[in-house]
């Protein structure tokens, strides 16, 4: 039985079994299909909508609104009797699509409802079935710096999308690595590197398809008796873009006098309070907006000569305001905090009104592969600060640290996933 438009919520997807986007696509859109709607069609854009292949497809359709009906999502998760796309393929659509025919049977129509029943999920292969590899990321390593003459160092790498072809490089060249999970690689530093002072770029490269170059880090090996300075702690930890410059406590070790600060790579001058603590005025212009992925980066740097300077912290930059009360909690009791899910205590996280906070906010997550996480950091808006970042934001082809994406079956919406983000990068108020 094929959900129709005026099916409830309820059992629109109730026997409709799942599929996913690479079967749908093979089998009823491309261009090799009768069916298949993008050779002189939709590869041109037409109706305004544009795709040639299963990943176009989903990055066009799902969670885009109908330029055709403005109350209708093309694609929305979970739900086929309210999107846009399978309404137009249905035997009573008016201008059924594929336009002129041949038209999808009953059994195509139940693979298209069977995708989007089970939440529209990402494609993750490319054309040709292979692999499609996700870009990795690199957020830490640890350590960033070791003395001179330390001999082989373990160095921690922390970041996102890592696969088992992911391969670590120093200073370009490939070095053997050790996986633990999407998120976290191990790679040995030979004796040699750090036999001198000097300075190493590290990066994460993974083979196509897909895959590419993360950014680098820098590992730095010191000269004996030189002291890095360490930043333990930023009051404020966030703040909210356009809300204009605030004095930045910075709390740690090793201060030098004349020690100024960079603050997501611009120079700012710093008032030495003691070894400990520094202060400094941060110009409105340097949050005027929000950064990529809501973070900007803090680091220390002491005076010439030296210049010796610390290891990047986070400091969280919302888009906007944000609120547990007003704009988060109603999006964990819609979509989260429903029967048999985090609706109880007996449930792993609780996230009820009125326990979500202290469920989430500053409590270790216990899942495996996820390091020392936080549920919830406050001002650590990134995946591999916040468990729960991690797990909205994660998609096939960028899993989580640990078991799938959530919310199960229905993904948040760009706005939901980008509230959550806001509330956490401007310090999880209560």
Known sequence: MLPDPGTSTASACEGVAPRTLEEVHAAHFAAESPTGCTAGCHETGAGGLTFRDAHELW????????LGDASLLLVEPGHPERSRLYLKLRPDAQGRMP??????????????????????????????????????????????????????????LGGGGFVDESQVEVDGLAVPTTHDGPQRLEVRVASSLTARASTHLVRVVTPAPGGGASASLTFTVTAAGVVLPTVSALSPCGTVAGSGAFTLTVQGMNFKEGASLSFNGTAVAATFINSSELRAAIPAELVAAAPTGNAATVTVVHPAPGRETSAPVTFGVASKVSTLASDVQPIFTATCATSGCHATASTPVNLTAGNAYNELVGVPTSSKGCGQRLRVQA????????????????????????????????????????????????????
Do not use: Y
């Open 99 to 156: 336009q002129g025919g041949p038209f999808l049977d009953a059994a195509a129509l139940q693979d298209v409802a069977g995708w989007i029943c089970a939440g529209a999920p990402e494609p993750s292969t490319l054309d040709g079935g292979l692999p499609a590899r996700p870009v990795p990321t690199l957020d830490t390593l640890t350590p960033s710096a070791v003395q001179e003459g330390v001999g082989e160092v373990v160095l921690s």
């Open 59 to 66: 990055q066009a359709t799902v969670q885009r609104p109908s």
């Open 379 to 430: 001002c650590g808006p990134l995946r591999g600060q916040s468990f729960l970042i991690d797990k909205i934001l994660a998609t096939n082809s960028s899993p989580a640290c640990s078991g799938g994406a959530m919310p199960k079956g229905s993904p948040l919406s760009a706005a939901q996933k980008q509230a959550v983000i806001d509330w956490v990068a401007q310090g999880a108020p209560r």
